[in-house]
Structures are given as structure tokens and as C-alpha cells.
């Protein structure tokens, strides 16, 4: 590490790190295909399974907060949760806090809905085998944690 800049992370590191980026596209994209090709089962896009699983985790938000939690335009989780609320998975409901921007909260059948979601995507993650343990697992999420903050500054609008 450089004397002048304790924070400054070696060559060799900066490598992996890049190796780690390298892993994430194809492993989100691959992700991604796999909900899409399991979607007919609900019907779930990637961007409305996004979009209930933020509800099902923080309960109800609103478009900008889910915007901000998954680094995507609002624009993007407007029309997510629209498509949604056509498929009775979501409703608008008034917001106390701020009178133009309603919460969007599940329904019973989008609590259904991404519940099923996700009990699916657990038992293919149950195929990852024996072999990972769980500090492996925390130092992987320490670092993807890491390298997520680094690019928090980045705008999505």
C-alpha cells in the first residue's frame, strides 16, 4: 500500500477487484434471464420482481426511495410499478409524509407472487453445493458491499 495514501489498495488487489466486476455482469445477466425465463409461472418481469421484493423487504416506498435502493431511474420504477399495479400485485396508497409522491405497498397476491419468486431462486441457490462457507459468503458480501459504496455518487436519472 502507498505510504502517502493508507486507503489506496495495491495493484495485485485492484486486479481481483476488477475480476470480481468481471463475475457480476455475466452473473446478473444470467440471473436476470433466469427469473425472466421462470417468469410465466407469475408473469414477473426482472423489473417487477424488483420491484415487489423492495416491498417485501422495506414494506411500503415510494417510487423515488425504490429508485435510490436499486440505483434505477425513477422513470423505470414508475412504469415497474404501474405494470404491477395493473396486475393487482401492488396498490397507490396516500402518503402522510409527502402529498404527490404515494406509497406503493404489496397486495396479498403480490405478496403471493414474489414469495413463489423466491422460494424458486432459493432452491437453485440450494444447488451451489457444499463446499462455500459462510465466512466466504460474508467476506464476499463485505466486499461486493464495499465496492457498491464506492460507486454510490454515481447519478442513475
Known amino acids: 500500500m502507498s505510504e502517502t495514501d493508507p486507503a489506496q489498495v495495491p495493484g495485485e488487489l485492484t486486479d481481483r477487484l476488477t475480476e470480481v466486476f468481471d463475475l457480476v455482469g455475466p452473473l446478473y445477466r444470467r440471473a436476470q434471464r433466469k427469473v425472466e425465463q421462470d417468469a410465466p409461472i407469475e408473469g414477473l418481469s426482472v423489473g417487477v420482481r424488483a420491484v415487489l421484493n423492495l416491498l417485501r423487504e422495506h414494506g411500503p416506498m415510494t417510487v423515488p426511495q425504490m429508485g435510490r435502493a436499486q440505483a434505477l431511474s425513477r422513470q423505470f420504477v414508475q412504469r415497474m410499478s404501474n405494470d404491477a ?60 458491499s464495499r465496492l457498491l459504496r464506492l460507486l454510490d455518487d454515481v447519478e442513475v436519472d
Open 85 to 144: 399495479a395493473e396486475r393487482g400485485l401492488v396498490e397507490f396508497v396516500a402518503n402522510p409524509a409527502h402529498k404527490r409522491s404515494s406509497l406503493i405497498r404489496l397486495t396479498g397476491d403480490g405478496r403471493t407472487a414474489i414469495n413463489a419468486v423466491m422460494d424458486r431462486e432459493r432452491a437453485v441457490l440450494r444447488q451451489v453445493g457444499g463446499d462455500l462457507t459462510e465466512a466466504e459468503v460474508a467476506a464476499c458480501l463485505r466486499v461486493l
